[in-house]
């Protein structure tokens, strides 16, 4: 189940390097449109835990470690003592700051990383990313916390795929790697000529690439999101805003964002995702669903 504390990000605040197309440019930008309170926060989860099967609740935005208080550490402590397993699903940027107020309740955090080296790794996501990511990965290695990794690709950088592929293997000697998420460029209903340009390529050489590494890997989860032709439908999936909005992915690359079904505190949460599900099955149809 994906949490979303908050739909801005700090990554914007990144200065791009040189011959970069700008910081995370292939990521739509949006302000902070999650207006909630700790109370509200818990009886979102509460909500969750009791009308789902779901076992792992994935914190994410936006980025979910800000400079602001988002209610992070309340929704944590408090998942925790749902019994959900907790990944946080972050840049990592203000990882090391928060680390010491949050570690005892997450099981997985997964980190950012779209290349080998900082030449590569900072392209995408601005000056001195790759520096804060292996000093974040020095962090979670010195007290042998499950990692995972997320990697966004371009059509230069998926070849570097083999050369990430070692870095992850190198840092599974130390401490454990729970899976790899690797993504291409998805216009999503925000067809962009020059994004498009800058990061898009075949999903046959993405998939190809992906492939070549899988079987180096070993235990470790490869996971891959390639683009999708318009009629090849993306995979169900609902996100829960801490407000209580429920969103969801009804499938559609014409989709300009998640469809909003409702509010899993007035509504209920599991007659929202039951309408999803309906939803998914009819022809698309734009606007939210409310």
């Known amino acids: 189940m994906h949490v979303i504390l908050n739909t801005d990000c700090n990554a914007w605040s990144m200065n791009p390097t040189p011959g970069s197309p700008g910081v995370c440019r ?3 930008r949006e302000r902070n449109r999650v207006a909630t309170n700790a109370e509200t926060v818990t009886r979102v989860l509460d909500v969750i835990a009791h009308e789902s099967a779901a076992r792992r609740m994935v914190f994410t935005g936006g980025d979910p ?3 602001y208080d988002n209610h992070l550490e309340v929704a944590l402590r408090h998942a925790s003592e749902l019994g959900f397993e907790i990944n946080v699903h972050t840049n990592g940027l203000l990882l090391r700051e928060r680390y010491g107020r949050i570690r005892e309740w997450v099981d997985v955090y997964s980190l950012a990383i779209d290349g080998p080296d900082a030449a590569t790794a900072d392209w995408f996501r601005g000056d001195g990313y790759f520096a804060t990511f292996t000093d974040n990965i020095a962090l979670l290695e010195s007290e042998r916390r499950t990692v995972a990794f997320n990697t966004f690709t371009s059509s230069t950088s998926i070849n570097e795929l083999d050369r990430i592929a070692t870095m992850i293997l190198d840092v599974a000697s130390r401490t454990p790697v729970e899976y790899w998420l690797i993504s291409q460029y998805r216009p999503i209903g925000r067809a962009d000529a020059r994004k498009a340009a800058l990061y898009g390529f075949t999903p ?4 190809a690439a992906v492939d070549s590494i899988r079987e180096r890997m070993g235990q470790i ?5 390639p683009t999708r032709a318009p009629a090849d ?3 169900f999936r609902v996100w829960v805003l801490a407000d209580g ?6 499938g559609s690359v014409a989709a300009p964002r998640n469809d909003v079904l409702g509010n899993a505190l007035a509504d209920g949460f599991a007659p929202l995702v039951r309408r999803a599900l309906s939803l998914r099955s009819a022809p698309y149809h734009s606007g939210d669903t409310q």
């Open 245 to 250: 909005t429920v969103t969801v992915d009804l």
């Open 26 to 28: 292939f990521c739509y």
């Open 233 to 235: 439908a993306y995979p």
């Open 221 to 225: 989860a490869v996971f891959d999101q």
């Open 204 to 207: 046959e050489d993405f998939s």
């Open 65 to 67: 470690l800000m400079p």
